[in-house]
């Protein structure tokens, strides 16, 4: 069982960054991908980035946010970050973290993933 957590949610003018925090309980959380979702108002939730556990650390983005995003983990720590820079008003949405053990065909997919978190808000805006 893992219980995530995330922080670290706001309101950043277009262009800004934010910095995501997912906190997870249990010992095992090296063996899980941990990978964040957003849902924007009145859409369906989308997959934004993973990185996948057990030393391997791939990581996974969508095209979307390639190149602004990035996701790390510490182990250690049992936490995983999310980088968000260079933030539009279309990235502004509910994030949320996730944990699983996903076959590579639906690490971009939610059912690739048994735990969640209650997600924090991103508002991108002037």
């Known amino acids: 069982q893992v219980q995530l957590i995330e922080s670290g949610g706001g309101l950043v003018q277009p262009g800004g960054s934010l910095r995501l925090s997912c906190s997870a309980s249990?010992?095992?959380?090296?063996?899980?991908?941990v990978a964040w979702f957003r849902q924007a108002p009145g859409k369906e939730r989308e997959f934004v980035g993973a990185?996948?556990?057990?030393?391997?650390?791939?990581?996974h983005y969508a095209d979307s946010v390639k190149g602004r995003f990035t996701i790390s983990r510490d182990n250690a720590k049992n936490t995983a970050t999310l980088q968000m820079n260079s933030l539009n008003p279309e990235d502004t949405a509910l994030y949320y973290c996730?944990?699983?053990?996903?076959?590579?065909?639906?690490?971009?997919?939610?059912?690739?993933?048994?735990?969640w978190g209650q997600g924090t808000q991103v508002t991108v805006s002037s």
């Open positions: 996730a944990a699983g053990q996903p076959i590579l065909s639906v690490v971009r997919s939610e059912t690739g993933y048994n735990y």
């Open positions: 249990g010992r095992t959380f090296s063996r899980y991908t």
């Open positions: 990185v996948r556990g057990s030393g391997g650390n791939t990581y």
